[in-house]
């Protein structure tokens, strides 16, 4: 799988990266540590040398399982994780850190992100300059190679900018969920930032996979997705509909075709979680399939089915 530059920096990931939310276990259903070390180790083996977990996930169980999964292939592979909305401050900045590179079994973490902005979830506020000189010291250090956000609106992204080097934006975006297009997407451009696309498949949506009058236990995040609910989620099966006779021309999925379509925009990679292994490697797929400039405009037509109709609120779920 060829790699690419992250921002400006000297490292290089896949254009599908791993996604270890799931791994963590709180907030999913179903999630077994055997499956999720099974399904990593697979993502890698088929060329997905990058994965992105979080402290918050479960508490460090993502990061801790994505070290089983591989750590000895640690010099192959580019690591990427993020500090949480209630840790912005100096000190619980360098903490979070130490914690991971623990959980992690690893002393760098190449990518290390601000998860939510200063004040989400009712966390204290803190200045981002305070956060970003943490940030700064530990890649002085060398416990970090890169900084990035996450959930950040354009102007917090420039606000960061001036405290230093941001080399990546983690926005939600998908074919279904695209508010990044009309926002943060042309500073990215402008500033080559790399854009690392999470929940890249509408959190299963695109897979085509659920069916009118699916029910999510109440226990799984996916409850809670404004995507899945009402009119938003008819209009999803309306545009699968449209979707499938160009995966069948491409002999590929509907996920593997969001994906392509996904990583054919500008300076965008996707973060793409997994169960089992099968679904790691169809991901891996997606790398593989060249969309032409017609089929590309074909499948945007068809995304604004959904996104045409949403509102500008930028979180996907009701939380």
């Known amino acids: 799988m060829?790699?690419?530059r992250l921002g400006t920096s000297d490292i290089y990931i896949t254009p599908?990266?791993?996604?270890?939310?799931?791994?963590?276990?709180?907030?999913?259903?179903g999630i077994e540590d055997v499956d999720s070390i099974k399904t990593i180790r697979a993502a890698f083996e088929a060329g997905i040398t990058t994965v992105d977990t979080a402290e918050v996930?479960?508490?460090?169980?993502?990061?801790?399982?994505?070290?089983?999964?591989?750590?000895d292939v640690r010099h192959r592979v580019e690591y990427a994780s993020k500090v949480f909305a209630n840790h912005l401050k100096y000190d619980l900045v360098i903490e979070a850190c130490d914690r991971s590179l623990k959980n992690l079994q690893t002393d760098y973490i190449d990518l290390y992100q601000i998860h939510w902005p200063s004040g989400s979830f009712n966390s204290e506020i803190v200045p981002i300059e305070q956060t970003m000189l943490a940030l700064n010291q530990l890649k002085q250090q060398g416990k970090i190679r890169s900084i990035g956000v996450s959930n950040f609106n354009r102007d917090q992204l420039a606000a960061a900018s001036q405290y230093g080097r941001i080399d990546?934006?983690?926005?939600?975006?998908?074919?279904?969920?695209?508010q990044v297009e009309k926002d943060a997407m042309a500073y990215c451009i402008e500033n080559n930032i790399s854009i690392l696309a999470y929940s890249p498949l509408a959190q299963g949506l695109l897979?085509?996979?659920?069916?009118?009058?699916?029910?999510f236990d109440p226990a799984d995040n996916?409850?809670?997705?404004?995507?899945?609910?009402?009119?938003?989620?008819?209009?999803?099966?309306?545009?699968?509909?449209k979707l499938r006779p160009i995966a069948a021309r491409h002999d590929c999925t509907l996920a593997q075709l969001a994906l392509a379509w996904l990583i054919a925009q500008p300076q965008t990679s996707a973060i793409a979680g997994a169960r089992y292994p099968e679904q790691a490697q169809d991901n891996?797929?997606?790398?593989?399939?060249?969309?032409?400039?017609?089929?590309?405009?074909?499948?945007?037509v068809i995304g604004r089915i959904v996104?045409?109709?949403?509102?500008?609120?930028?979180?996907?779920?009701?939380w």
Do not use: C
Request: overall charge neutral; hydrophobic content about 40%.
């Open 207 to 215: 897979t085509g996979k659920f069916a009118p009058g699916h029910q």
């Open 57 to 71: 996930y479960g508490q460090g169980h993502s990061e801790q399982i994505v070290a089983a999964a591989l750590s």
């Open 307 to 318: 996104t045409d109709h949403l509102d500008e609120n930028p979180v996907m779920w009701k």
């Open 284 to 300: 891996a797929g997606a790398a593989q399939i060249q969309l032409s400039g017609e089929e590309l405009a074909q499948i945007d």
């Open 222 to 241: 996916r409850a809670k997705n404004r995507l899945f609910q009402g009119e938003n989620f008819q209009r999803a099966q309306q545009a699968l509909e």
């Open 2 to 4: 060829e790699k690419r």
């Open 168 to 178: 990546s934006l983690q926005p939600p975006y998908s074919l279904f969920w695209r």
């Open 16 to 29: 599908i990266l791993m996604g270890a939310w799931q791994a963590g276990k709180a907030m999913w259903t």
